[in-house]
Every structure is written in C-alpha cells, then in structure tokens.
C-alpha cells in the first residue's frame, strides 16, 4: 500500500512539473529582433500595405511604423498586421499618408 502511494505521489510530481514547464516556456516572451522580423514580413507580403519600404522599429515588444504610403487604409492596415503578431504589445504608427505623386 506504501509503495503505491509513493508511485501516485511521484507520478503527481512528474505531472506537475512538466505542466510548469510548458507553462514557463510559453510565457516567455519573443525577442524585439524576432518581432521585427515578423512585422517586416507581414507587411512586405501584404497587398494592400506594399510595405516593404516602411521603417520598423521595436523596443520592449512596442512597434513604432514610419514611412509613407498613398491611402489612409494602408496606414491603418499596417497597423492591424503589425498587432497580430504574438508578442506585440501596442504599435505607434507614425506612417504618413501623402497620396499620388506625393513622395
């Protein structure tokens, strides 16, 4: 009966020991050059953003977006991309709208 118990015991431990640990993995958070690379990526691929030529800049998770683009709903889907990343914490969107023939 000891012995069982001391099994039960110890398979409880193991259990909760590598609970704690996914947990502690996703918990950390991701690194601001891996964040940079990730916002770069969705708005260079985007369709609607082209943002391949906007300046991105990440500090303690917080996006900061310059540049310039044509439409105001480029400017406001950058920052809808930039914020689905997981691990983005606020964008600050400084991108300037300029329209045609204004760069």
């Given at each position: ?8 015991f ?21 690194s ?8 770069r990526?969705?708005?260079?691929s ?11 800049d990440?500090k303690?998770?917080?996006v ?40």
């Amino acid at each position: 009966m000891k012995a069982k118990s001391v099994v039960a015991f110890l398979l409880v431990f193991v259990l909760a020991a590598a609970v704690l640990a996914g947990a502690q993995k996703q918990q950390t958070p991701p690194s601001d050059d891996s964040l940079y690379d990730l916002v770069r990526r969705k708005l260079a691929s985007d369709p609607v953003v082209k943002g391949g030529a906007l300046e991105v800049d990440v500090k303690q998770g917080i996006v900061t977006l310059r540049g310039k683009v044509e439409l105001e709903k480029q400017k406001e889907r950058a920052t809808k991309l930039a914020k689905k990343v997981k691990g983005v914490k606020d964008v600050d969107n400084q991108i300037a709208v300029v329209g045609k023939g204004g760069r």
